[in-house]
């Protein structure tokens, strides 16, 4: 799995849809209508139900109670892939909060210290082995 671009930081409590919508790379990959080589054109986003549908960005079918076997057995493939997304952030989340927490310990002897870089070390070690970035655009 890689990251393609994070984008964090919006103001205020927003819809996703509505961030998604004016983020960077939204306007990178709309502005080049799928000429990027960073997004290949063969290649999807997917989204959950708050996010519209779209030629890069695969969302579910809305259950409206008539969904046919097909359309349920997309939704159920697509929000398997949703959680493995879900699993990454968290993994990105929880590396950079230990950072942040990490740099807060100004009184911590060395060989704590030392404990702590290690530990940051290799749960560095298993992110990258299992993420990877792209590209970090904000």
Same mark, same amino acid.
Request: some cysteine; proline content about 4%.
């Given at each position: /799995? ?22 960077? +790379?939204?306007? $990178?990959?709309? @502005? ?5 080589? /960073? ?10 139900? @708050?996010?519209? *549908?779209?030629?890069?960005? *695969?969302?579910? =079918?809305?259950?409206?109670?008539? $969904?046919?076997?097909?359309? &349920?057995?997309?939704? /159920? *493939? ?12 968290? $993994?990105? &989340? =929880? ?5 942040? %927490?990490? !740099? ?6 060395? @060989?704590?210290? @030392?404990?702590? !870089?290690?530990?940051?070390?290799? &749960?560095?070690? +298993? %992110?990258?082995?299992? $993420? ?7």
């Amino acid at each position: /799995m890689q990251f393609i671009d994070v984008f964090v930081g919006w103001p205020g409590s927003s819809h996703d849809a509505h961030v998604w919508n004016n983020s960077p +790379f939204f306007q $990178l990959i709309a @502005a080049e209508g799928g000429n990027n080589p /960073m997004f290949p054109a063969d290649c999807h986003l997917i989204g959950d139900s @708050a996010y519209p *549908l779209s030629g890069v960005l *695969l969302t579910p =079918y809305r259950n409206n109670g008539h $969904l046919t076997a097909i359309q &349920k057995r997309y939704n /159920m *493939l697509l929000s398997s892939s949703r959680t493995l997304i879900e699993q990454a952030f968290g $993994l990105l &989340k =929880y590396l950079i909060e230990f950072d942040e %927490i990490k !740099e807060g310990w100004d009184d911590v002897s060395n @060989a704590e210290e @030392a404990n702590v !870089e290690l530990l940051g070390g290799q &749960k560095r070690d +298993f %992110i990258s082995q299992n $993420l990877s970035f792209v590209s970090a655009i904000n």
